[in-house]
């Protein structure tokens, strides 16, 4: 007998261990399947070929181009000039432009957009296609965004190719996106041809590869919705993130046009982060795949688009939608997704009453199941985010940390998951000895329906993720309560449970790696919850285990991922910082880091010992962070330059007119203030945002990128009698050239942090000007 026994017992517990196992290999599928398309070569002349876009691409992603650099000059001519190529009219749209709301600074430019149109045969409105073609400054902008603008360029081209669409397609390169969404704004306020878009399609991205993903859309989607789902073959999008998007600070040129009333679909791909904004988002590192896939979206909405009645209805009342498997959209309105939700709702508490009845449910039964999956998510959250923390210390400097990522992450990811599992399973063994299966797992579905109606009343666009997982679950419960025992095995239940759960995995899982990839991995804690959440559908698969062997072998595989994360994590290149700044008050410079130690090639320029103290005198935008710095030589190089072209009081008002100058041409201009303005005007660009608020507020910095070389007005107006205190600082994007000394070229290994100011040159000069100052 007790061989039967034992033998029994070992086929319950590998039922129990393949059927977890098939439910993690559904979900493995699932994100597997977040992939872009595979090349489509050779492609004919009507179709994107991403060989083509790469000709381009390798021309324009060669070095950092950042708005006001001389690389960016050589950029816009050479889009120009392919479009010339294809037989366009192109302009440049030179313009000031002006965001008072984009970080802690006003931000300006004189930006250049570059825009053509091709012409529609019967225009109703004009298809708009956005990429920016400015770059962060140490970023030769491969992904961010080069491979969008070639993306666009070969959409022309093969447009250009074709039978002529209804409507205009116009193509536009915007400029400073990067600096505050300037190109974007120029055009939105003064392009003619800005009223007549119906439609916008923005693509941009935050990494080097992944599948393009259509993030973001308009308000009252609907429409959109229903031309995107019949229009694209490889559809990756949710409204999920539509939501939380909106909830979120991070921006695009999307965003303006947005606000502009102009509706449309916002594009990325955001995997391999450790690229961003760095020298590494170049074309060996860039992913063709992702590249095509946001031409395959650009060629065939042009084609919807261009051939719709754009003057019709584009809205329609937005749309709840998801993608399976990257293969096919699955969209109804929300009013349909109340329906649906409102179903699901009386079906749980139909499922509720039938269990209570047979007395397989109890009040506090239930209530202690809903206790448990709390506790689980709390619990793991916790612990991983804790986990995480010692090791990131552990660690310190050998984690090659980029805004959150690491070269590992993934195997951190898959160490943290096991660890979040095993820990839901502790905490499911303990509250089993008092609480039955069922009771644990009903209660566990009543946070999918607490969190459905608060999706419903929050992010509509996320009800999907909770109403079908719901749903299905339901099914085992209302079997385990509708027939007789006999009938339904714990191993038969084990069995449907799996299979029930399959919705809710093939949702879920890719939530869990995209809420990953958009957040990274400092963010673990958020990312094991909805882990958990998913974990609640397979309850009664943890059932035939051993309470203590399945979190002890989940443990073990933790532990082992995560030493693997450890040991393959410390790989080159890692960012440094170092800058020149010179203080043309005094004539004194330094060199500056934000690191906290000078590495093999800062060394040259701080000494081991350098201390770490705020550098306002040089750089008022530090904001008394403490620097590493080391005096330097002062460099003959000319100040930035103010000329006060007018002053006078009218009725107790100063009226100040000043032009702002980098005499060397830099890249940037930074104007701080001792005094508040009632109105400021730059280049005839108000900086006013309303009645009640300074036009310029005291101590926000003016942040003006790609100066004209005869300089920025400045129309300024102060109540103030005081002196008018003003500091500028320029930027170039270089170190300087000093006499007798050679800068030793910067490793392999090593590259420029992005996010800093390092290889940079400051100069700070101040202007104090007399409350009397006349006419010069
Ligand atoms: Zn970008």
Redesign the pocket.
């Known amino acids: 007998m007790t061989g039967f026994r034992n033998h029994y017992l070992l086929v319950k517990i590998l039922l129990s261990i393949v059927t977890l196992g098939f439910a993690a290999g559904v979900g493995l599928l699932s994100i597997l399947s977040l992939v872009p398309p595979a090349l489509n070569t050779p492609a004919s002349a009507t179709e994107f070929s991403s060989a083509h876009a790469l000709e381009y691409l390798k021309a324009i992603a060669v070095k950092p181009h950042p708005i006001g650099s001389p690389a960016h000059a050589e950029v816009r001519d050479y889009i120009f000039g392919e479009l010339l190529k294809m037989g366009l009219q192109p302009q440049v749209q030179k313009a000031t432009a002006v965001n008072t709301r984009f970080g802690p600074a006003y931000r300006a430019a004189t930006v250049e957009n570059i825009v053509a149109k091709l012409e529609g045969a019967a225009n109703t409105r004009a298809v708009l296609l956005v990429a ?1 073609y400015d770059a962060a400054p140490y970023s030769p ?1 491969a992904s ?2 080069g491979a ?1 603008v070639v993306s666009l360029l070969e959409t022309l081209r093969a447009l250009k190719a074709s039978t002529p669409l209804k409507n205009d397609v116009i193509f536009l390169a915007t400029d400073g ?2 600096v505050g969404l300037l190109g974007a704004k120029a055009f939105v306020q003064e392009h003619p041809w800005a009223k007549d878009i119906g439609v916008v399609l923005n693509f ?3 990494g080097n590869h992944g599948p393009s993903i259509m993030f973001q859309t308009g308000d009252a989607n609907g429409w959109l919705i229903d031309e995107f789902a019949e229009t694209v073959r490889r559809p990756v999008a949710n409204s999920l993130s539509a939501d939380i998007y909106k909830l979120l600070p991070n921006d ?1 040129d999307f965003s303006v046009f947005k606000q502009a009333g102009i509706n449309g679909l916002n594009f ?1 791909y955001t995997e391999g982060l450790v690229s961003y904004h760095s020298s590494l988002d170049n074309v060996a590192h860039l992913d063709e795949r992702s590249l095509q896939h946001h031409g395959m979206y650009a060629l065939a909405l042009a084609r919807r688009f261009g051939n719709s009645d754009l003057n019709g209805p584009i809205s329609k009342r937005d749309a709840v939608y998801f993608d399976l498997f990257g293969r096919t959209l699955i969209h109804y309105s929300r009013a349909t997704a109340l329906v649906l939700s409102i179903l699901v709702a009386l079906i749980t508490f139909s499922v509720i009453v039938l269990g209570l009845r047979r007395g397989l449910l109890t009040w506090s039964g239930l209530a202690r199941g809903f206790l448990a999956l709390l506790l689980s998510m709390i619990a793991s959250a916790l612990l991983v985010t804790l986990v995480w923390w010692v090791l990131a210390r552990l660690a310190g400097s050998r984690l090659s940390f980029q805004q959150g990522d690491t070269w590992t992450n993934h195997l951190y990811v898959i160490g943290f998951v096991f660890l979040a599992v095993a820990t839901t399973a502790i905490v499911y063994g303990c509250f089993r000895k008092k609480v039955s299966v069922e009771n644990l797992a009903t209660g566990a579905l009543l946070w999918f329906l607490l969190l459905l109606i608060l999706a419903h009343i929050f992010i509509p666009g996320g009800s999907y993720l909770l109403a079908w997982p719901l749903l299905f679950a339901l099914i085992v419960w209302i079997l385990k309560f509708t027939l007789p025992a006999e009938k339904l095995s714990l191993t038969k239940l084990c069995l449907i449970s799996a299979v029930c759960a399959v919705p809710g995995v093939i949702l879920i899982a890719p939530l869990i790696y995209q809420t990953f990839i958009a957040f990274g991995i400092n963010l673990v804690g958020v990312i094991v919850v909805p882990l958990t959440l998913l974990l609640g559908l397979l309850l009664v698969n943890f059932e035939l285990i051993n309470r203590w062997l399945l979190p002890v072998a989940l443990m073990v595989v933790a532990v082992c991922f995560i030493v693997a994360a450890l040991v393959f994590g410390f790989q080159p290149p890692k960012g440094d910082e170092v800058f020149y700044a010179l203080n043309a008050d005094t004539n004194k410079a330094v060199w500056a880091s934000g690191d906290a130690k000078p590495d093999e090639w800062t060394s040259q320029f701080l000494l081991s010992n350098a201390a770490a103290a705020p550098i306002d005198d040089y750089l008022p935008m530090a904001n008394r962070k403490a620097y590493l710095t080391q005096s330097a030589p002062a460099v003959s190089l000319p100040a930035p330059v103010i000329d006060i072209i007018d002053s006078q009081v009218h009725e107790q008002t100063r009226h100040l007119h000043i032009r702002v100058t980098s005499a060397r041409e830099a890249a940037t201009l930074y104007i701080y203030s001792s005094n508040e303005f009632s109105e400021a005007i730059v280049n005839g660009q108000s900086l006013s945002q309303g009645q009640n608020v300074p036009a310029w507020e005291k101590d926000k910095p003016l942040v003006y990128s790609a100066p004209p070389r005869e300089g920025i007005d400045l129309l300024l107006k102060t109540k103030s009698s005081q002196p008018l205190i003003l500091k500028v600082v320029d930027r170039s994007f270089q170190l300087p050239e000093l006499p007798n000394t050679t800068i030793k070229a910067r490793p392999g290994y090593l590259m420029p942090a992005p996010f800093s100011y390092s290889d940079s040159t400051f100069i700070i000069k101040s202007f104090s000007i007399p409350y009397a100052a006349g006419v010069r």
Do not use: K, N, V, Y
């Open positions: 920016h902008g961010d965004d969008a996106e990067e941009d991205a935050r695009t990325a």
